[in-house]
């Protein structure tokens, strides 16, 4: 952990203007400083790895809430009395006896009542045949469950089936409302509070609530607090991930972010691979929680600031000595650094005013290390568009991307490898769109992705029934685009909000995402009326959102803006089509 208490004999101070040319050339000054040391390499992994978990935690509902085949059970008592009675061994055959049968399916929800049971004639008990049909039924109480694929989930253990079913619902739906608040929250408290603090805290948050839902016995109580594992997980990825961009050199920062967004295709395949080791949620849960407590305390040793959060804080003094030790250079080499660059440097305007001014035409004005808030977002008029943009492509590719991944068990087979192979195509999708990014950039990566993905969720539907192979196919090539969308539109936001608003930007972004996440439980439920109009639904979705992207700048090859003023020069280069850029080497 670094001290900031204590000078070394060495430490030199930094003069006003040598903090001007930092603060103007952040980027500049951290390439030529580099990044890559000991102790930068291990805070990026130990959050690599915290994201990982928390991304199992996310996705974990496929098992911890997997469906179990059930069946009615009678009560003790009566099941003892029967057997005295006609002299016979209660069975499974007994069991699916005393239950009518509906359609020629034997009923799970309800069964004959005890009387019913006790008068009926031992032959009926032994006969190969069900009992004679009856009026005397009543709902189920108890369920057996069937353990071939799992010993126990949370509907075996809750008794979420037959008139209980809708629970199951409520628990994913506060789940992906708790991931919404803390996309809100953390992205708005990180900007005020920095990054370092808001990841501590969610790494903390999900060890506690992750082993308490693992504890709790009523269902209720457990969902309350599988909403606190979602605010927490969120939490981990947008405080994680805008730290990593803000101290990461402009050439890596594609590779950075596309392997966090890996971390998610990683967390699924180790997941699948725990979920069939261990088939008892309640301990699988813990499998997943362990390791965050061992994380947390070597976060806490290793971990700093971002010293561009404290730059744009008016704390400069303390960034410029975090990055000396972050980067492992001297005061002599960072000043000769600085000495460099100072030709380049322009001064920066002081402002007389603590409030977020305004010129002529009502644009919030947000120059240098001040601050800005949520509101300037919405007030300033190239932000406001650039968001609104950023909404809607957050929504929807969060809303396919979970709807096409919770709907994996929709496919035969083995849901282990199933889930396996869903977290496996997401590998390629995420690494495949760094080079795309490279080749062509962020607009026309993302504007791509939808395109593609919209044609193959909508192409489903045309699928003659039968042809399995295909809807498969198309299924992939989905998922594919969809998680590329998905680590570009990260890395296209950050890259487009100035450093004093972006962690509100993604925050809220974030939070529209989980909106998106919300809504596409409920288009799945469309699949009850046809099973192709979830598909239709969110091709439709992809491919508005396609359209949109096209109206927004590219930022390959640019700084990071700092201030509001530099996003809206950004803004202003949006009329370069993506047919000149794509055609443009030099791009």
Not at 193 to 206: E, Q, V
Request: glycine residues 6%.
């Amino acid at each position: 952990m670094i001290k900031m208490g204590k000078k070394s004999k060495n430490s030199a101070v930094f003069t006003e203007n040598e903090i001007v040319i930092f603060e103007n050339n952040f980027d500049e000054v951290l390439e030529k400083a580099g990044c890559f040391n000991a102790r930068s390499i291990t805070i990026f992994v130990v959050m690599y790895i915290v994201i990982m978990f928390g991304a199992m935690h996310i996705g974990g509902v496929v098992f911890l809430a997997a469906k179990m085949d059930h069946q009615c059970v009678v009560d003790d008592e009566t099941m003892d009395l029967v057997s005295e009675k006609c002299h016979i061994n209660w069975t499974e055959s007994e069991t699916m006896k005393s239950s009518p049968v509906v359609e020629n399916k034997t009923s799970k929800c309800t069964r004959y009542s005890n009387e019913y049971l006790l008068n009926m004639s031992c032959s009926s008990w032994t006969s190969g045949s069900s009992l004679p049909p009856s009026g005397h039924i009543e709902p189920c109480e108890a369920w057996s469950y069937d353990q071939s694929v799992f010993q126990s989930t949370i509907i075996s253990d809750f008794n979420l089936v037959c008139s209980n079913t809708w629970k199951t619902n409520v628990s994913q739906m506060l789940l992906m409302f708790g991931v919404l608040i803390g996309a809100l929250v953390v992205g708005i408290c990180s900007d005020r509070f920095g990054r370092r603090p808001l990841f501590i805290i969610c790494l903390l948050a999900l060890l506690v609530s992750a082993i308490l839902s693992s504890i709790v016995k009523d269902y209720w109580l457990f969902s309350v607090v599988r909403m606190m594992v979602g605010l927490a997980s969120i939490g981990l990825c947008v405080s994680g991930y805008v730290y990593a961009m803000e101290i990461m050199v402009t050439k890596y920062r594609v590779l950075f972010g596309q392997a966090i967004h890996a971390t998610f295709s990683f967390g699924f395949m180790f997941f699948a691979l725990f979920g069939y080791l261990e088939r008892r949620w309640v301990y699988l849960n813990y499998i997943i929680a362990a390791p965050l407590a061992l994380l947390l305390v070597i976060y806490l040793c290793v971990s700093a600031e971002s010293p561009r959060w404290l730059v744009s804080k008016k704390r400069s003094q303390e960034g410029l000595k975090v990055f000396r030790q972050l980067t492992k250079k001297d005061d002599h080499t960072l000043k000769s650094i600085l000495k460099v660059l100072e030709k380049n440097t322009t001064p920066i305007l002081k402002k007389s005013s603590s409030s977020v001014p305004y010129n002529d035409s009502d644009e919030v004005i947000v120059e240098g290390n001040e601050s800005g808030n949520t509101v300037t977002i919405f007030r300033n008029p190239v932000l406001r568009k650039i968001s609104f943009i950023f909404f809607y492509n957050w929504f929807a590719v969060t809303c396919i991307y979970y709807g096409l991944t919770l709907n994996t068990s929709s496919l035969a087979g083995d849901p282990f490898l199933n889930f396996f192979l869903s977290g496996l195509v997401e590998i390629p999708a995420n690494f495949g769109a760094v080079l795309l990014i490279k080749l062509w950039g962020r607009r026309p990566t993302v504007c791509l992705g939808n395109t593609v993905c919209g044609v193959a969720l909508v192409a489903m539907v045309l699928v003659p029934e039968g042809y399995q192979a295909v809807d498969t196919t198309l299924y992939l090539i989905g998922k594919f685009c969809a998680t590329a969308i998905f680590s570009t539109i990260y890395l296209y936001t950050v890259e487009l909000y100035p450093t004093p608003l972006r962690g509100n930007g993604v925050g809220i972004c974030s939070g529209f995402a989980r909106i998106g996440g919300l809504t596409s439980l409920l288009i799945l439920m469309l699949g009850q009326i046809n099973t192709t109009l979830p598909y239709l639904t969110f091709g439709a979705i992809a491919l508005v959102a396609g359209f949109l992207i096209v109206l927004l700048p590219e930022t390959k090859g640019t700084k990071l803006p700092e201030t509001v003023r530099d996003s809206e020069d950004l803004y202003k280069r949006r009329n370069f089509t993506i047919i000149q850029q794509c055609s443009c080497k030099n791009s």
